[in-house]
């Protein structure tokens, strides 16, 4: 396939975005350094602005090179629906409601632990709360242990080791919500028939389960020194409580927004509706993350619009490669573009054996973690922890360094099992 002009743009367009994303930290430093231009150094120093910034630039392109009508008629057809999604999940997620009723269920259980400080807090947390994203989403399970590790554990001036596991954080997410990525194969793209086959495997939901289980096992282990000087009572008093009536109203906006994911005319609706309910009850409410959930969602839209133009070399190289290939394959490829783009493409080419599937969407899910944009609800967990890190910046390098562990358990526990 010979790629075009604006596809060969685009592609290193997509190249400098990853790079960009890797170089905030740089663009940090010239805010400090050259104040009188700091604002635009702070602008690109935003992770979540990068794709959204070149994909700009690519639309630009597409103007000046192919007209307004190729540029607009290339827009029109981008779905922006995971987007918008993502922005109200994490809106409805990280009110104080849903945040209450998730932290007293992960007390409950964390009391069951015999151990010291906010050992158990932390492990239940990470072994708990992302095998809720099957349920809730995973963009709605990354909101709430994002806020609640900010607001437990990192809060308490921790140190910078233990707030880069928070890597590990946004890696369980990735696996506890394994259906999502079979979704993406089977209900939007070609494998249709094989919905039962994908979301039914028990396989794929027990090795989830251990690699998620295992990793937080291994992250309580590794900081149960610091974990275990930290208090393990609520900073909150009873006045932040919210009434029952307006916890079971909250809870059916989140179920009614995850119920209709994939119908933007019903959620954005209840979201709209929701907004005037918190506005109405503020007394009951925190601080909405409206801007962290905007900067996520601007985010997500610009790896839209790029990852759009990479299928020219992203399937012919996917599909180029063996059973066993691809899983290691997917694994490093999902890291460079969005594992549900990724499982996506392979959807499309029909006739391909089941181990292949299989190998395919372990690949993505293995690799979910590795970068900031292998994930699209990852930024997510940035945009709430940031702030806990010194320039409010969280250096991919290290996060990547981070991740390879749990990764590599991971891919012991989907290819091995």
Not at 124 to 139: D, H, K, N
Not at 255 to 260: D, E, I, R, T
Request: glycine share 8%; net charge negative; with cysteine.
């Amino acid at each position: 396939m010979t790629p075009t002009t604006i596809q060969l743009i685009s592609s290193a367009l997509f190249a400098i975005a990853i790079l960009h994303t890797f170089s905030t930290n740089f663009f940090e430093r010239l805010a400090h350094t050259q104040p009188a231009h700091a604002g635009v150094w702070h602008f690109l120093g935003e992770v979540e602005v990068v794709f959204g910034f070149w994909a700009l630039v690519l639309i630009l392109a597409m103007f000046a090179i192919d007209g307004s009508t190729a540029a607009i008629g290339y827009m029109d057809s981008r779905n922006f629906t995971e987007p918008m999604f993502v922005f109200a999940i994490m809106v409805i997620a990280g009110t104080r409601p849903i945040l209450q009723t998730a932290m007293v269920a992960i007390h409950s259980v964390a009391r069951i632990i015999p151990l010291s400080g906010c050992i158990g807090f932390y492990f239940t947390t990470l072994a708990l709360v992302p095998l809720l994203g099957s349920f809730i989403t995973e963009p709605a399970a990354m909101t709430l242990a994002a806020l609640i590790l900010s607001n437990r554990i990192f809060a308490n001036g921790i140190s910078l080791r233990l707030n880069h596991a928070g890597c590990i954080v946004r890696k369980h997410f990735h696996w506890g919500n394994t259906h999502a990525i079979c979704r993406s194969a089977c209900a939007d793209g070609g494998w249709k028939m094989e919905l039962g086959y994908c979301i039914h495997d028990v396989n794929v939901w027990l090795e989830s389960g251990i690699a998620v289980i295992l990793n937080a096992l291994g992250a309580t282990l590794l900081f149960r020194r610091e974990l275990s000087q930290l208090s393990t009572t609520d900073s909150s008093d009873g006045s932040n409580s919210v009434p029952l009536v307006l916890v079971l109203v909250h809870l059916a906006f989140l179920a009614g927004v995850v119920v209709f994911a994939h119908h933007p005319a019903i959620f954005v609706g209840l979201f709209l509706f929701f907004l005037g309910l918190a506005d109405a009850y503020r007394h009951h409410q925190d601080r909405l993350i409206l801007r962290e959930g905007l900067l996520v969602a601007f985010f997500l839209a610009g790896l839209v619009v790029l990852g759009g133009q990479q299928q020219w070399w992203l399937q012919p190289v996917l599909m180029s490669m063996s059973s066993d290939a691809v899983f290691f394959g997917a694994t490093i490829l999902t890291a460079f573009t969005d594992n549900a783009a990724l499982t996506y493409l392979g959807s499309l080419v029909e006739g391909l054996p089941d181990d292949f599937k299989y190998a395919l969407v372990a690949g993505a899910v293995t690799g979910g973690g590795l970068t900031i944009i292998a994930n699209a609800p990852k930024p997510a967990g940035i945009a709430i922890l940031r702030g806990h890190f010194e320039e409010e910046v969280v250096h991919p390098l290290g996060l990547l360094l981070a991740a390879l562990p749990p990764t590599i358990i991971a891919a012991l526990a989907f290819w091995y099992l």
